[in-house]
């Protein structure tokens, strides 16, 4: 009981976190604006007060800032989630979103509609990058149903999804992009969170939320794979139907992400690493967990990526790995110093 | 009524692995499956625990159909352990053990009363009670063994499969290993190369070549010199041991 009041209490402390996190960050950037007055332009878009402020601190706040900042922390949390089931279910410690290839399909199918024009406009770059990202799962899927099955066949096929469609991918922007389009093509692939607007929000949060539940539910079945699939089968799981289930999750939440955000990296593989640090292995606690750290970790990076050299702004992917990799040897010294 | 396997064939890569076994074991009983590599014996044990299924012939329990039981039905009465199963995370061993309870757990509920008191029993058990809060890695190779098999037991299962558990063990643990299951209340069936370990405790063996059984029974009775010869292709001499009057195998090396 008391165990179960304190993950409840973790997990509100989390949520407070975050939220301050989040008003705190749009107050930062080229034009400051005060915390008082972001709470002011959020009570009255809430339609809890009337408080007149100034257009242009409102426009910024309401419509580039926090759009901005929800949609990181979605990032966050999804990647962080993905990172977590993926490490788990396959039981490689270096599984991130990206192992499945889902990224490079995603900028294929950018490239594709950016570059080439494939879809005639009818779908853009975010769209061609959803359905690159899913054909790149589908290759997947389809090479680990007709090869050795299991988890090592997974993590194979997904390396063959990787390099297949990442030169696919220079194959196309070398052969026919301008640099201008390169330009474009680079900033979006490292990851980027420019110009976020209220229905990428909308689609994001909503997607995230759906998938945070669905993992949840799976929590018990993934504790049960830390031996391995036969161990897991002995135990009682469906390791054929859950493993499956649990691929599309994460790749149809992956694939969302990228489509929005390009591929932001390292959130994946680092932040899982530091939730079971502090709190174990259930992954009861570590969902959750590895689900907070994301969204936080996602606001302040991607706000620092807009302070630090701004007014040019850094891909948010590049502030990621640069805070995430010196975290990442901080745990591993860690963990070393503890064994 | 417990978990039988009648006439089971399994083919599995165009080759016959396991070909019109049948199993009845009596309840509570120590099983022995011996065998020389290859012979059948894990894949015996994969279909006897549901994960495979028989290509003909059927394995029941209770007398409904495995094929037809959910897993988790299947993991409340049927519990496995097989050699060395590692792990990468930091669990702890009373983590490790809690694992055995997946199959009595609903998806959202937390740790009950019942799963608290079948851990504790568990590890009392097998004599881990004191590592509980140790690291995994921290265990030598015979308590993790004993460990497994204190997960298999939080499972509460009424059959126990194991397949060469003693695999990489000393004298010391393989003896120790075996007590402890020779005298769980459960129905046990054990994957063995050592034929002197399966006489000691084994209470029935079922000796398989090339997936086929050639012979089951008593121990002592099964195990012949012209059997060891004929299966595993080793001159071998049994002898009694007069204080035990215990069968005892020799195998002679075929120096030239």
């Known amino acids: ?339 | 009524m417990t978990l039988n396997a009648d006439r089971v064939s399994w083919r599995r890569g165009g080759r016959l692995v396991v070909d019109g076994v049948s199993l009845h074991p009596r309840p509570g009983s120590t099983v022995g499956l011996l065998g020389p590599n290859g012979s059948g014996k894990s894949s015996l044990l994969r279909l006897l625990q549901g994960v495979a299924s028989p290509d003909s012939g059927a394995v029941t329990l209770d007398g409904a159909d495995l094929a037809g039981l959910r897993r988790r039905e299947v993991a409340r009465a049927v519990a496995t352990v097989t050699q060395q199963a590692e792990t990468e995370a930091d669990m702890l061993v009373a983590d490790v053990v809690r694992l055995g309870r997946t199959p009595h757990r609903s998806i959202f509920g937390g740790d009950s009363a019942e799963d608290a008191r079948a851990i504790a029993g568990a590890l009392e058990h097998v004599g881990l009670t004191a590592k509980a809060d140790h690291l995994w890695h921290t265990l030598s190779g015979g308590e993790r063994q004993r460990a497994h098999i204190a997960r298999a037991l939080a499972q509460e299962p009424r059959e126990l499969l194991l397949d060469e558990p003693t695999n990489h063990l000393d004298i010391r643990h393989q003896i120790e290993l075996l007590t402890l299951v020779h005298e769980l209340p459960v129905t046990t069936i054990v994957a063995l190369h050592d034929l002197n370990l399966a006489v000691t405790f084994c209470d029935d063996v079922l000796v398989l070549r090339e997936g086929r059984a050639v012979a089951a029974g008593s121990p002592h009775e099964v195990l012949t010199a012209e059997l060891i010869a004929d299966v595993y292709g080793v001159r071998a001499r049994l002898i009694r041991d007069p204080v035990t009057d215990r069968s005892h195998v020799l195998f002679e090396p075929s120096f030239r």
């Open chain 1, 1 to 339: 009981m008391i165990r179960r009041a304190k993950g409840t209490l973790l997990a509100v402390a989390g949520l407070v976190v975050l939220a301050l996190s989040v008003g705190v960050a749009v107050t930062l950037g080229p034009a400051d604006v005060s915390l008082v007055n972001v709470r002011d332009i959020l009570l009255n878009h809430l339609g809890l007060a009337q408080i007149p402020v100034r257009a242009a601190e409102d426009a910024i706040v309401w419509q580039e800032r926090l759009p901005r900042a929800l949609v990181a922390a979605a990032c966050g949390t999804g990647l962080g989630l993905c990172g977590v089931i993926l490490q788990s279910l396959l039981r490689n410690p270096l599984a991130d979103p990206f192992v499945l290839g889902v990224s490079s399909g995603a900028s294929t199918g950018a490239v594709l509609v950016g570059v080439l024009g494939v879809g005639g406009g009818a779908i853009g770059l975010s769209g061609g990058a959803f359905v690159g990202a899913l054909l790149a799962f589908g290759f997947v899927l389809l090479l680990t149903r007709y090869s050795a099955s299991g988890t090592a066949g997974v993590i194979l096929a997904g390396v063959a999804s990787t390099q297949l469609f990442s030169a696919l991918t220079s194959l196309v922007v070398f052969a026919f992009a301008d640099s201008d389009e390169t330009r474009g093509v680079m900033f979006w692939l490292l990851g980027s969170l420019e110009g976020m607007r209220w229905d990428d929000v909308g689609l994001s949060v909503s997607v995230v939320a759906v998938g945070v539940l669905v993992c949840l539910t799976a929590a018990r079945s993934l504790d049960a794979f830390a031996f391995g699939e036969d161990v897991a089968a002995s135990l009682g799981v469906n390791v054929a139907r859950i493993r499956l289930f649990l691929l599309v999750v994460t790749a149809l939440l992956t694939a969302t992400l990228v489509s929005i955000a390009g591929a932001i990296g390292f959130v994946g593989l680092v932040l899982p690493h530091a939730a079971r640090l502090l709190l174990g292995q259930r992954h009861s606690r570590v969902i959750p967990a590895t689900v907070v750290l994301g969204a936080v970790f996602m606001v302040w990076v991607d706000a620092g990526s807009r302070v630090v050299f701004a007014p040019t702004p850094l891909p948010v992917g590049v502030g990621t790995a640069l805070v995430g990799v010196p975290v990442f040897m901080l745990l591993l010294l860690r963990r070393r110093a503890r064994a």
